[in-house]
């Protein structure tokens, strides 16, 4: 069988479509060089999951579209999300291509880039160059070349040394036509003692809209630097979403995940910390609801390099109707990082008796002088508490809603920007069926 | 005038038979308390009549003020005006204790007719005062972490909060400090009223000394076995209950298999 991404490009159009984005020399190379491992790397081993039976294989075509001149034409979802004024700055791709970008002067004057990434790789690009495809690399499977050769549009955000952001810089992805190319790379890098919260969301225009949602994020923390990654992904039914995150933190600094994986179809998704520096810290927070007969897989890792340093993962999914989730921790500590410590927790709710859950806590410790510890559970809404609960008055349907939105409340709760906060929980009940 | 009506009601749990023929009447005003050993099925009582899912009515007949108690679900029971003050209440993540009360407080009250944030903040404010309770409970999550103690000040913050017609207090007392079983006395106390029922469920006598009974029921094997005034809890204080069995021949007063 064929395991290998199809491409819809040979190396003649990509050289072509690289160059007419204007992209630097060694771009256009890296692009080639990953075509062709595209071609030749099989897909990635994703645990309990036969990833080569999903839709994953068709990049997409390329689809241009007009910048737009403001937010007044936007899309309704989108004026939805974006608070008005934007604050911090705020960046839309619509399908293939980055279609509005927009930065506070404040955050300009101080030396904050952010742009799309074919900018950012022409206008910053020692930079860009510097960092790209380092976090997440072609070689790794399949889809991870595929997607080095082919993103379009994505996000360039550039915090200089010392510089503390507090408004929330906010990016939104929204796709509307089947059949095009999806996959927008995400370069975040963080200088040192720098701080900066960065919020998106990936949506779809309809349920029935059908593309492959190849998307990477990179996130590099300087030392002593404080990142906030917060994301939901709320894509169709027929769209088949695979992201890889991954953020790699020197000295001090350290990283913060808030994952909503809201998506209508199969998802598979892979959030990792590299604790490269000393006493550096990540912590990732994910909530997961399964609807339909969708299959989900959620993988948090954290891989600790520098002594001290300090991860947390917790995981919590909610399947309802025949969904399956696939929820795995992986705490690696590597010889020679002491006096780690590294905790996970997965925790899986169940709503039907046709739902599968499947939580699996991987510790992986080279290094004695540590400390790591992990919990999962997978299991059903406590018939105790629904009977608490209805002995005060509340009805069942409600008492139900209640646990399960506390079970989930803990990620909701953290999410930094209200519009996206409120939306959150308005996807959530739609999500547990409830508008 | 509020009647809560209990008769020959039978229940089982996982099979095994627990009360065996409960007959009972008890309308607004009245104060009775319900006494006897462990493992006597006095807390089945509580949680068959609230509608525990655990606890299967095998027989007999219970209505609140001529309403069919046993065909109503948990929440249309406490919409009817039952409330049970349970001995070990559940611990919810996630869910605040204010956000679970105004969610119950409005769970009776009409659609368009709900308790404005304000007024209910200023209610639950002043009634945890009254409690001596921590205003800092009102924002943390239900009984999540609350001592013995806590969670059953918890449990009367809820029934002055709800008002309920019919008021079950299952071993409301245990693990409770002198301190704290005053406070809780003196908020059932203050919900005394003619229109409202209380039926206490205890071990221990010394809650009664707190709240005064106008009858009190011992039970036994399942069955209520006997009943008299509030004398009955000081003679049961001072003498155990060995003479009650003596009197009615009972030799083991737990519930057995039959």
Known sequence: MDIQARVSMNVDDLRAWSSAKDEPRWLIERRVHALELAGTLELPKVEKIKLEKWDIYESGDYKAENAWSGLEDAPEVVRGLVASPVKGGLIVQFNSDVVYTKLSESLAVQGVILTDLHTAAKEHEELVKRYLFQAVKPEEHSLSAAHSALWSGGVFLYVPDGVEVEAPIQAIFLNDTSGVRFAPHILIVAGSNSKISYVDHCISSRDDIKVLHNGVVEVFVGVGSKVQVASVHQLATATTDFTQRRAVVLADGGVEWIVGEMNNGYTASDTKTLLQGNGSISDAKVIAIGSGDQKLSCTTQAQHFGRSSVSQMITRAVMREEATAIINGITKIEKGATHCDGQQTERVLMLSPKARGDANPILLIDEDDVTAGHAASVGQVNAEQIYYLMSRGISRSEAEYLVIFGFLAPVISEIPLEGVRSHLQDVVEKKLGRS | ?258
């Not at chain 2, 009447?25 to 104060?31: L, M, R």
């Not at chain 2, 068959?48 to 948990?74: C, F, I, R, S």
């Not at chain 2, 094997?221 to 006997?226: L, T």
């Open chain 2, 1 to 258: 005038m509020t009647t809560l009506k209990i008769e020959e009601l039978r229940s089982k749990i996982e099979g095994k038979e627990i009360l065996k023929g409960v007959t009972l009447e008890i309308h607004g005003g009245e104060i009775h308390a319900i006494m006897g050993p462990n493992g006597t099925g006095k807390s089945t009582l509580a949680s068959a009549l609230m509608g525990h899912p655990k606890y299967e009515v095998t027989g007999g007949k219970v209505t609140l003020d001529n309403e069919d108690l046993l065909e109503m679900e948990v929440d249309e029971r406490a919409q009817a005006g039952l409330f049970l003050a349970m001995q070990y209440p559940s611990e919810i993540a996630g869910v605040t204790n204010s956000d679970f009360l105004r969610s119950a407080i409005n769970a009776r009250r009409e659609e368009g007719d709900e308790i404005s944030l304000i007024r209910f903040i200023r209610e639950m404010e002043s009634k945890m005062k009254g409690l001596e309770m921590n205003p800092e409970f009102a924002h943390r999550y239900l009984n999540e972490g609350f001592s013995g103690g806590e969670k059953k000040r918890n449990e009367i913050l809820q029934m002055i909060l709800l008002e309920p017609k019919f008021v079950i207090l299952d071993e409301v007392d245990s693990g409770l400090d002198i301190d704290a079983l005053r406070i809780v006395a003196n908020g059932v106390n203050e919900m005394r009223s003619p229109d409202r029922g209380f039926l206490i469920i205890t071990h221990y006598q010394r809650l009664l000394n707190y709240i005064t009974p106008d009858f009190v029921h011992v039970m036994m094997q399942g069955r209520i076995v006997k009943s008299g005034g509030p004398e009955l809890a000081h003679r049961l204080e001072a003498e155990g209950y060995d003479w009650v069995k003596e009197e009615l021949g009972i030799t083991d007063e737990t519930v057995r298999e039959v």
